[in-house]
T-cell receptor, first 112, second 113 residues
Framework: KNEVEQSPQNLTAQEGEFITINCSYS?????LHWLQQHPGGGIVSLFM???GKKKHGRLIATINIQEKHSSLHITASHPRDSAVYIC??????????????FGKGTKLSVKP | EAQVTQNPRYLITVTGKKLTVTCSQN?????MSWYRQDPGLGLRQIYY???????DKGDVPEGYKVSRKEKRNFPLILESPSPNQTSLYFC????????????FGQGTRLTVV
């Protein structure tokens, strides 16, 4: 079983829709990162969370440490939001403290 | 501007010809790491470093070498590349103390023929 699970794997939405991507993890963490990767592009950090909720423009990220779950929400989605969204957790255990463990990513396509 | 710089962005090479992919960060981060990204497998860690002269294997280290002689640089070396090392490679860095943002390089698309 993967230590970081994302759902859904693929998501198609119409422009303007509210989108939610979920991430569950099974290890102790010090932080959780949401990353964005456009086709053929590099990886950009959207959020780093250790508790609660963060908002940046139309993007909102939440984390529930007790339930080991995080969500990324996109309000009023736009075709330029089409990308792969990757959840990564930073371990807080032993010698691998600091290492990132990645989910497989969620491929989002927003149609005009 | 805070950034991680990888070079080259694209590289096509032949089997067995040694190559180096460079990675440099300007944020004085202790932690640096290399990943490869393959379809269906996601990002997998190759090697990481927690400080100068301290490196350790990740999940898929076979066929790769790294060095950390200076804090800012963390080159990835393929001594004898093979076609199964064709992949998209990313370097990343972040500060070890405290929960801080991770920075990624632009990626290097390597093809070994």
């Amino acid at each position: 079983k993967n230590e970081v699970e994302q759902s859904p794997q693929n998501l198609t939405a119409q422009e303007g829709e509210f989108i939610t991507i979920n991430c569950s993890y099974s290890v102790g963490i010090s932080a959780l990162h949401w990353l964005q990767q456009h086709p053929g592009g590099g990886i950009v950090s959207l959020f780093m969370l250790s508790s609660g909720k963060k908002k940046h423009g139309r993007l909102i990220a939440t984390i529930n440490i007790q339930e080991k779950h995080s969500s990324l929400h996109i309000t009023a989605s736009h075709p330029r939001d089409s990308a792969v969204y990757i959840c990564a957790v930073r371990g807080n255990y032993g010698g691998s403290q600091g290492n990132l463990i990645f989910g497989k990513g969620t491929k989002l396509s927003v149609k005009p | 501007e805070a950034q991680v710089t990888q070079n080259p962005r694209y590289l096509i090479t032949v089997t067995g010809k040694k190559l180096t992919v460079t990675c440099s960060q300007n944020m004085n981060h202790e932690y640096m790491s290399w990943y490869r990204q393959d379809p269906g497998l996601g990002l997998r860690q190759i090697y990481y470093s927690m400080n100068v002269e301290v490196t350790d294997k990740g999940d898929v280290p076979e066929g790769y070498k790294v060095s950390r002689k200076e804090k800012r640089n963390f080159p990835l070396i393929l001594e004898s590349p093979s076609p199964n090392q064709t992949s998209l490679y990313f370097c990343a860095s972040f500060r070890l103390r405290g929960n801080t943002e991770a920075f990624f390089g632009q990626g290097t698309r390597l093809t070994v023929v």
